[in-house]
């Protein structure tokens, strides 16, 4: 242990076979896994809270590593509460009981389409998501990521440079072409929106065409799941350097393990997941979150083939049942137990302008 606390720059590595036994456990409860093809290099960093005392020494192997080092960590970022002030007159109207697939995503096309100064909104995404949001704030709400947690992904995308960027759930478009020209600015070369419903993939691929995004942007109609495998399969996806989950909350954690699986993750991979403290998704977090031996203890186990993880209310296990019947999800997925993320919680608002409920125990970064 004190080897961890006095190393600056000098990495642990590790055989991949396991059993190092309480330096191991230590190491995986407050570290991030760098996975290499032939061994594991263990760079231990530690959370605020966890262990103040060999933050600095260890947070300093962090800041010199290598380029290359840095470039294998695999990270998350969970989009939450950001303590900026919310501007009221941005405020979407409110969410009512039926929220989508009540005819308004056709209802926004109407809207757009019949704006006087359509031309001057041809071509210009910044145009186009200003239009959607008029919709939203006079109209009806839509559940779209909004502007202030879509600046945090935008901003992501800046930094990365993603060459393929995939977002699970595309609904009509709002997050597609905001992240979309923030991937062809930075030099991208392909967005991939995967929508299951075909008549908002319809919306989405108007949209992106108005804003004059469809060289860069595919939608994909289908379940992410049948889609990712199909892209998978087609060489069409070999490998994702940014994923957007804003999908079907139950199938994050299943779609990660598939991707994972592919070999479409790795640790250059950086994911932003929304809504995952409101309304929620604790087998989520816990998956990024977790440790080699704990995911390999809790596949011992096994899952539940077909099943819906018992913590989501029924309002979310049921969110699509209308048109998609009973969810399908393939809970037997085992991933890749040995990638780990370190995991961001960035807060900031809802486009209704209520900030995401904080979860107790978690760290803001
Ligand atoms: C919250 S909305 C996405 C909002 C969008 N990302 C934005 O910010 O503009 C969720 C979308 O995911 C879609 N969806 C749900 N489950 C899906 C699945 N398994 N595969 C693909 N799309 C799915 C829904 O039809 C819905 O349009």
Redesign the pocket.
Known sequence: MSDVGSTSEKLLYLESGWGQGDILELLLHVGIIILHPLRLEILAYLDRLLCKPVETSLQNSLTTASPERKAHLSTVINLGQKMADFNLEKKYQEQEETF??DGREIELLHFIYSNPDIETIRNSPTKVLAAIDNFARTKKY?????EDK?RIVADLIAEVKPEVMV??????????V?FGDAVRKAGGKRYFS????PE?AAVIASLVDLAGLSDIVKVIV????V?IKRLHASGDLKHIDLM?L???KP?YTT?LKLCEELGLITPSTVLAA??VIAPGNPPYLEYVRSSVEQKKRATKFGGTVNGVDSRFADKTAN??LK??GK?QLDETRVGNPLLIYESKLVNSFEPSGVPVRKEPSFVDV
Do not use: K, P, T
């Open positions: 989508f697939d839509l559940m779209n990521v909004g879509g977002e699970l759930g595309g609904y009509i478009g709002y997050s597609c905001l995967l929508e299951r419903n908002f289908g379940s992410s799941d889609s957007f804003d999908h079907y199938a779609d929304d809504n969110q699509y048109r998609e969810a």
